[in-house]
């Protein structure tokens, strides 16, 4: 049985880091991608138990790796969780809240991480 993962898609690294320290102590393999490009080979090569996504990135930002995601008949049911600390000044809320199952606003605490979890995986998760 292999180990599930949770991939974490952000294009800052201090951003990757926080979560990275924030998670590491769950049962769940850590695995990161810096735009919504690798973070689609990742998921066409493993597919991870949850993902979480920043909104604005470059190259592929998160919406736009999300309806990838959404066309992807392996991947389109992982649960997706959204984080953005400046998302309304290029998205709309509503297309970012239509198109995942939680929405994280940065910064955010491991209170924040834990509840958001619990609530997509449907199961107590401690952080």
Not at 31 to 37: F, I, N, S
Not at 84 to 92: A, D, E, I, P, V
Request: charge should be negative; include cysteine.
């Amino acid at each position: 049985m292999s180990i599930p993962s949770i991939l974490l898609v952000d294009d800052e690294p201090s951003h990757l880091r926080l979560l990275e320290v924030m998670l590491r102590m769950t049962d769940y393999r850590l695995l990161t991608a810096t735009d919504g490009y690798k973070a689609m080979e990742i998921c066409k090569q493993e597919r991870p138990s949850l993902i979480f996504a920043d909104v604005h990135m470059p190259v592929l930002d998160g919406i736009e790796f999300r309806r990838l995601l959404l066309e992807d008949a392996d991947c389109s049911s992982v649960p997706f969780i959204f984080m953005s600390g400046y998302w309304h000044t290029k998205f709309h809320i509503e297309e970012v809240l239509l198109n995942c199952d939680a929405f994280l606003a940065k910064p955010f605490d491991a209170e924040d991480l834990e509840q958001v979890m619990t609530k997509v995986l449907g199961f107590s998760v401690s952080v």
